[in-house]
């Protein structure tokens, strides 16, 4: 494609692009003379992944170079990040999106309106009322989203997964989040340091983030070694 074809589709300027090539973020164009070059179509997918990294994750250019070789040596690489960048999204937790009445929520996040009932019957997603219509926040959005995403990847209830699965999950977080907060009831009671109510609510809050970053990251540790000793199981069990 021409240079101003990709500027159209991508959104980003010529000398943006041209930079991008220089740095090696892009494959370098095919020369079809002195003027005229032929710009790859994978370069679409390539600059809007830079874009999604550099303003959902705030990453540098040279880091992002470094995930771009990765990407390329590894297919799995390309769906974790896309889910990645849709969902840790700084901006979208700064700056939270909220929607208005059911239709809206469910065309946002591509759920069925009967599994929408369920889940909020059981506390997934919990809008709030105002003036009389559902209000769905931020965090709504994105949980619906990653429901939505189990079930085009082949994982709904349709394709044989249990419908209560999802319900076990939010209770048994709810028990964490319980504990969690057990814990830290404990330590306001018992500690040296006396904290004002103010002091104790921003603490609450970063400890919060903190432990929802030590959940994700742990999950995926164990889920990895899980799914690393099954594998090692299944290729060991031809030789007994």
């Known amino acids: 494609m021409k240079m101003s ?32 070059a032929d710009y790859h179509e994978e370069s679409v997918e390539r600059i809007a992944l830079i874009k999604d990294l550099q303003d959902n994750l705030f990453l540098p250019l040279s880091v992002i170079k470094k995930i771009l070789k990765k990407q390329k040596k590894s297919p799995e690489v390309q769906n974790l990040l896309r ?8 901006v979208a937790r700064l700056l939270p999106h909220k929607i208005q009445g059911e239709t809206a929520f469910l065309e946002a996040t591509g759920l069925r309106a009967d599994r929408l009932a369920d889940f909020e019957n059981w506390g997934i997603i919990h809008p709030r009322l105002e003036s009389g219509s559902k209000v769905y926040s931020q965090e709504d959005l994105t949980i619906g989203q990653t429901i939505a995403d189990f079930r085009r990847m082949g994982m709904g209830v349709e394709h044989g997964v249990d419908p209560m699965a999802l319900k076990d999950y939010r209770d048994m977080v709810q028990e964490f989040v319980n504990k969690a907060r057990s814990y830290f009831t404990r330590f306001l009671e018992t500690t040296e340091d006396p904290k004002t109510p103010e002091e104790i609510l921003e603490m609450a809050r970063q400890s919060r983030e903190i432990m929802a970053l030590f959940i994700y990251h742990l999950y995926l540790r164990l889920s990895k070694e899980s799914m690393d000793m099954a594998a090692g199981i299944q290729e060991a069990e031809p030789g007994l």
């Open 5 to 36: 074809e990709l500027v159209h589709r991508t959104g980003v300027n010529k000398e943006t692009i041209r930079y991008y090539i220089r740095e090696g973020l892009l494959p370098k164009p095919r020369k079809l003379g002195r003027n005229m």
């Open 83 to 90: 889910l990645r960048s849709d969902y840790l999204r700084p």
